[in-house]
Each structure stands twice: as C-alpha cells, then as structure tokens.
C-alpha cells in the first residue's frame, strides 16, 4: 500500500468547522453546523452539539465511510479538539486524520501559546481500480472548502479586519441583518436599475460581476453597499473587508471555496492608491490585479467604492476589471423633500424648512448625509427646548453647514460622511 504524511497548522476555528462537517458525516446526518450562530445543547455528560437546518448534499455520496474513534454518539466532547482521530475512506485510499492542540510555552511568564495542528498519514489500496487522487493536502483542501460550504458561514455577512492570523476566520466578525440599513436611496432611474440589475446578476450568473460606485464623501455610497448587502443576506457569503493592511489573497482565497461570495471594499482607493501617488502600494495594487484577473475567481462577486475614480489606478477601474463604474452624484433639489419626510414625520419639524431653506439647500448642493444630520438636529432640538421653528431651522443650517463644508485650511484634510 502507498503511504503519506503531513502535517499543517490551522485555526482553532477551521477545526471546529471541518470536525463538525466530519461528524456530521459520521452521523450520517445532513445538519449544517454554524459557528457563528450557536445554539448549544449540553447534556449531563458536558458534550455539545450545535444543530442547524437541513440541507440536501449531492456531493456526501462520495464520502463511503467517516469513523470517529474519540467521539460519542451522543455529541462531539468538549475535549474534542486536544485528541480527535477521524478515519477517512474516500476512492480506495484511507487517511487518518488527527486533530491535536499542542502547548508551547513563552518566555517572561506569558501564558502557553496552543496551536491546533491536523495530521493526515494516507495508506492507498494499490488493488482499487485507480489511483489516489488525493494526497494528504488535497484531502485537507477537500475537507476544507467542503466544511466551509456546509457550515452555517456560507450564507452570512461578515466584517474583516486583518490582524495578520493566518486564517480569515480569526480575523471576521459577523454582521446581523438588522445592523445593515435597508433605506432607500435617491438615485436616478437608470442608475437605480444598475444596481437592481447587479444584485439580479449575482444571484443568477456564474460568472462574477464587478461594479464600482464612485462619488464625493455624503452622495450615499455607504448606505447603498449596505443596502446591497441586505437584500443579498443569507443568499451567499458576504465580507466586507476594512482595515489598510487586507490582505486580499487570503480574502480570496478562502472565498473561493464557496459557491456564491460577494466581497465588498468600501473606500477603494484606501486599498489602491495611484501608484504615482503611493509607491509602497504597488505590490497590493499588482496582487489585487492579479487575483481579479484570474480565472479561479470567478465565482467572487465585487462590490466597491471610491471617493473619486481618478485616485484609484487606471489599471484597476480599466474596462473588463469592473463590469460598471457609475457615478454617484449628490440628492437632487427636487427630492430634498422627499429625503426630510422620510427621516420625520414630526410637522413642526417638516414646517420649519421654508422654501427660502429649500432654495439655499440647493444653492450650496448640500448632500443627502448633510441632510439627514441636520433633521436628526432639529430632531434633537425639538426634544429639548419642544420647540422647532423656521429660524431655528435657519440656524442649525448655516452652523452644520459651516462645520461641514467649510474650506479646509491649507495642509488639512477634509472630514465628511462617505
């Protein structure tokens, strides 16, 4: 018989998932496990056993047999992790797998550092019909991206933030649905039929769609990403990647192991500087190329935005690169309004903003966000003096509007809502 080993350090939370799915296997059974939204069962023998909704697999027939020699059919102990050995038998070629913890002490009596390792030893039966079509890292890839797309991640929205870990679970916090704001946003017809048709296409096309939304800080890119990426909730797997130091390939990399993925950056050009203008992002702005242009990728869907298009590299918004890139310009006069019903209902408050203000909100071109803070303001106002009136309104005006708008002295930076 054929024999192989390796070994391979992963994330505690990489082998809760894959143990999970491998259990999962083990019980025959088609629950999805979610490490991100757990309700825990512990019983009086201390196992736990997370247990979600069913779903169909028409890739578990491949999978002949999978035996736990440390776990109970009652649950996976919660000691699961320190000693677990799983064999495996997939196409004649069995492989033991063993999910260990090892302490490693640290100097200046910091506490021990563990790390999780997973062996994998492969023994092929050279009398099967056809050869090993895995070795030991192949199988662990398989069991990775197989337990990714069982899990309960696979239809959730997260935030990354790297903090150089090794894995992008370490390092993605989830993002509830009711945390993403659903409010429309004032857009032209044929633009708000670009982003309607883009979240159609995602769903419906295998190919990745590209689109880049770019306008000044306060024309409500922001509030549109969230409201893509809460009508696209619990469809597929959504990150939004914050933080300069992302880093993309291992963003993409773990992406690719699911079926449907949309990955979000907001603020583009923070990623992808002119490289006349930052000479240490070349490398970022080159891997970022490179991952967008390949093929194996294809099933990551993009959504990003940028202050202004002309910051971000011309290499990177090139046609082909990005399916759209649509400008997003400021609320127009004629639904100023419309925006200020939507955010009160409060009629002293709608009373207060005379045609004169009206006329001076458009004279300046004030934003959607400027908008929305000056009617939290009067909204603010009214609560403590339970008085609102056209001249007040007046003076919240022009003081907001100085403090946003503004010309920065020269040397500083200007601060807005993007």
């Known amino acids: 018989m054929a024999r192989g080993r390796s070994s391979f350090e992963i994330s505690s939370n990489e082998s809760i998932i894959i143990l999970s799915y491998l259990y999962d296997l083990y019980l025959k059974s088609e629950a999805e496990y979610d490490l991100y939204n757990q309700e825990f069962y512990e019983n009086e023998n201390n196992y736990k056993v997370a247990h979600l909704l069913s779903i169909p697999s028409s890739k578990r027939e491949i999978v002949e047999i999978a035996e736990f020699f440390s776990c109970p059919h009652s649950g996976l102990n919660k000691h699961y992790r320190s ?6 038998i997939r196409r004649g070629t069995t492989y033991y797998i063993t999910f260990q913890i090892e302490r490693f002490e640290s ?6 550092k563990e790390v999780t390792m997973v062996s994998i030893e492969s023994k092929h039966d050279e009398n099967y019909n056809y050869p090993q079509d895995y070795d030991e890292y192949e199988i662990y890839r398989f069991l990775q991206e197989e337990s990714y797309r069982k899990s309960g991640i696979h239809k959730k929205c997260f935030s990354y933030d790297y903090s150089f870990s090794p894995n992008v679970l370490d390092d993605i916090k989830e993002i509830k649905r009711d945390r993403l704001n659903n409010e429309s946003v004032y857009l032209p017809k044929e633009k708000l039929y670009q982003i309607e048709k883009f979240k159609k296409r995602v769903l419906a096309s295998d190919k990745a769609i590209r689109i880049l939304l770019s306008g000044a800080p306060g024309t409500g890119k922001s509030q549109l990403i969230e409201n893509v990426m809460h009508h696209l909730y619990g469809e597929m797997i959504i ?7 992302t880093d993309f390939g291992m963003v993409f990399d773990f992406l690719k192991a699911f079926d449907k993925a949309l990955l979000v950056i907001d603020d583009v050009d923070i990623f992808l500087k002119n490289r006349e203008e930052n000479h240490r992002a070349i490398d970022r702005l080159f891997e970022f190329l490179q991952l967008i242009d390949s093929s194996k990728f294809e099933k990551v869907h993009i959504l990003a935005t940028t202050n202004d298009k002309k910051t971000v590299d011309l290499a990177a918004s ?7 890139i649509m400008d997003i310009e400021g609320i127009k006069a004629e639904n100023y309004m419309d925006l200020i019903k939507r955010e009160t209902d409060v009629k002293e408050i709608i009373e207060s903003i005379s045609d004169t203000l009206l006329q001076k909100m458009e004279d300046k071109k004030v934003s959607g966000a400027f908008i929305v803070n000056f009617i939290d303001q009067l909204r603010s106002e009214r609560f403590y003096s339970n008085n609102v ?23 500083e930076s200007r601060l807005g809502f993007s």
């Open 239 to 245: 990150i939004k990647v914050q933080g300069f130091k």
């Open 318 to 324: 090139r046609p082909g690169r990005f399916d759209v």
């Open 389 to 411: 009136n056209t001249e007040i309104a007046d003076q919240y005006f022009d003081l907001l509007y100085e403090g946003f708008y503004k010309e920065s002295k020269e040397g």
């Open 83 to 88: 000693n677990t050995l799983v064999i495996l």
């Open 107 to 112: 100097e200046n009596k910091r506490p021990p």
